[in-house]
């Protein structure tokens, strides 16, 4: 049975809770733990679910995510996926470039490429973790308007053809919103919303190209039951507001970010998370140097108590185990120590 | 004369496409570099200042507002098009070469990195400054390289990298690039990579935007 959780009161309990959570957002070593390939996880919904299950069985996590896969919603739409067997996928090329081929874009089904995958892991983790929330993911509507019309040509497009991005972000908007709300029909708590690419625009495009979308989704699908948190790690501090803006319960910043900073911008009732660079941190460094690297984040970050330490991104493949391991000691040591001298000064 | 080629540099550094473009807001339905190089050769400009005194001077103010944090990468990119529309109309020009060129210039985000937004403005600043671009594209190996710049005869090349895995990958590239063509100039750049990294990999150099690169460059060839 899916666990029916209040998500305010999880939310709000997690905030006054003594203890510092932890949400990495990451399942790629789950993949690894159950002996699979991320091609598998990626194509098959019942693998990627035991990988989501490996993690939430051997670690502490306060809630557990799935893959963030940037491509499933654009190749519903259409575009050629690259698979790597141990990669995660990716776009191959452009799918529309003009008014034109934005207009003739059919918004897909829930049948769609992998959607039905995805849909079905998140049922499984809902159905059969019960001890923590599960969070279901998809992509923001900007970076999948970027997806599906280039990268680099979004950024310009957005200025000088407006109307085709905004139709563009329309049609995209679309298909997220019935995504998002099977996605909730599975069971889980709550959905990680991954929008990198407005991290390079301005405040004031990022709010007409993505945040005003994203709140879309927000005030369709958030309620008592369902969590979004917005993930934009290419935010460098500037866009701050914007996200907040968005009305999501949850925010996710990458690791080029200021966290301390972030703190002090947002609302103390929006849980904050972030940071740690899952390339640099958590993938090349040694477990001692994770230890130290996450407990000096948490550290700084001990006046805020609606931080959530995470991943500043997908943790990518090949993380070893040990500094996984190495990542939860140190949270355990924080909060141990954390209350130990809490209640050394009653 | 000055008057037209000021005008050129200003459109390309506040993005003024052509006559249609509806941004900047504020100059709807004025000329953009399209036309305004069209008629500056008509006119008689000579190609050379329109490259030096129009677009090199317009990608340098908003290089530098972009190095500043004072616009962000949309701002840059428009203006990279505004000049890539100017450039084309200097192409003739190219080919006959009355107006030189100061080299090749090869650029590509390396093997397993996908990433190239960076690399795309990396290569529009350059080519913006004068220079002839070859852009491989993302996921490049060392053998792409190396081939593309021994047929090429480049002056330099430039890898960029955005994971701290694939950045690893440089220091390869960077080893059989030096056994094949010891007289290259390296660069390197991207998010990862820094100064010490650099050095330590045997690269010729590294900095954290397009505009270092472009004066590094701009002084090989003084
Ligand atoms: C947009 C983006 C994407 C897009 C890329 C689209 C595209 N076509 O490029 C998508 C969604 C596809 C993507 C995918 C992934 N991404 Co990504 N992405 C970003 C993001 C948000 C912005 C990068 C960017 O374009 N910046 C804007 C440009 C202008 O800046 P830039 O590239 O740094 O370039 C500047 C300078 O570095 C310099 N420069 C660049 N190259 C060169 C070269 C030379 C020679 C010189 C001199 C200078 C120079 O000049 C540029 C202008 O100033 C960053 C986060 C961030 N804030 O940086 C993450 C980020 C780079 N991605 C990250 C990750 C982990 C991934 C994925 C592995 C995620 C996943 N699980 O799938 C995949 C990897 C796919 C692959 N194999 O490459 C991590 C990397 C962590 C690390 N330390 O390695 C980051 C930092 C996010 C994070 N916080 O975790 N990503």
Redesign the interface.
């Known amino acids: 049975m899916a666990l029916k959780q209040n998500m305010s009161d999880w939310a709000a309990d997690l905030i006054n809770s003594k203890e510092r959570a932890a949400i990495p957002i990451m399942t790629h070593p789950g993949i690894e733990m159950i002996g699979k390939h991320v091609i598998d996880a990626v194509t098959d919904g019942t693998t990627h679910f035991e990988a989501i299950k490996a993690i939430a069985s051997q670690y502490p996590t306060s809630a557990a995510t799935i893959i963030m896969d940037l491509t499933v919603e654009s190749e519903a739409f259409g575009c050629r996926i690259n698979f790597g067997e141990h990669e995660v996928p990716?776009v191959m090329e452009r799918l529309v470039h003009d008014f034109e081929t934005v207009s003739n874009l059919k918004i897909p089904d829930m049948n769609s490429g992998r959607i039905q995958e995805y849909l079905k892991a998140s049922r499984l983790a809902a159905e059969n973790i019960a001890d923590r929330p599960v969070f279901g993911g998809c992509i923001g509507p900007f970076s999948l308007a970027g997806r599906l019309f280039d990268?680099?040509e979004i950024?310009?497009a957005?200025?000088?053809e407006?109307e085709t991005i905004t139709l563009l972000l329309e049609k995209c908007t679309k298909l997220l919103l019935q995504y998002v709300l099977e996605m909730k029909k599975t069971g889980v708590n709550g959905i990680i919303i991954a929008e990198p690419a407005a991290g390079?625009?301005?405040e004031t495009?990022c709010e007409e190209f993505s945040s005003k979308y994203v709140k879309l989704i927000v005030d369709a699908t958030q309620d008592e039951n369902f969590m979004v948190v917005l993930h934009n790690c290419g935010n460098t501090g500037?866009l701050t507001q914007s996200m907040v803006n968005t009305g999501a319960a949850g925010l996710h910043f990458g690791n080029?970010i200021d966290m301390l900073k972030v703190l002090q911008e947002v609302p103390s009732n929006i849980l904050v998370m972030g940071n740690l660079?899952p390339?640099?941190v958590f993938?090349?460094s040694d477990a001692g140097q994770i230890k130290t690297i996450t407990s000096n984040l948490l550290k700084a970050t001990r006046e805020y108590s609606n931080f959530v330490i995470s991943s500043g991104c997908d943790t990518?493949p090949?993380v070893s185990q040990a500094n996984v391991d190495a990542f939860f000691e140190a949270v355990n040591d924080f909060n141990y120590n954390n209350i130990t001298s809490k209640q050394l000064t009653y | 004369m000055e008057n037209i080629l000021e005008k050129i540099a200003y459109c390309t550094e506040f993005g003024k496409i052509n006559k249609v473009s509806p941004y900047p807001p504020d100059m709807k339905g004025q000329d953009g570099v399209d036309e305004l190089t069209k008629l500056a050769l008509e006119q008689g400009v000579s190609p050379n200042d329109i490259l030096t005194k129009g677009f090199v001077l317009g990608m340098e103010r908003v290089g530098k507002k972009f190095s500043e944090n004072k616009v962000f990468v949309p701002q840059m990119l428009i203006s990279a098009k505004a000049m890539t529309t100017g450039m084309a109309h200097l192409k003739p020009f190219f080919t006959s070469g009355e107006v030189k060129r100061k080299g090749k210039f090869i650029i590509g985000t390396v093997a397993g990195d996908l990433h190239d937004i960076g690399k795309n403005l990396v290569a529009m600043m350059v080519e913006g400054s004068g220079w002839e671009v070859i852009d491989l594209g993302v996921d490049v190996n060392s053998d792409k390289f190396i081939q593309n710049i021994k047929n090429s005869n480049a002056t330099a090349v430039a890898l960029s990298a955005l994971l701290t895995t694939t950045m690893v990958n440089m220091e390869k590239i960077v080893k059989e690039i030096r056994g094949q063509v010891p007289e290259i100039k390296i660069c390197v750049g991207g998010a990862p990579v820094n100064q010490e990294f650099c050095a330590k990999i045997g690269a010729d150099h590294y900095s954290p935007d397009p505009q270092g690169l472009v004066e590094y460059l701009n002084r090989l060839v003084a």
């Open positions: 990716s990268m680099t950024m310009t957005a200025i000088i407006p390079l625009l301005d495009l500037h080029r660079d390339v640099g993938k090349m990518p090949g």
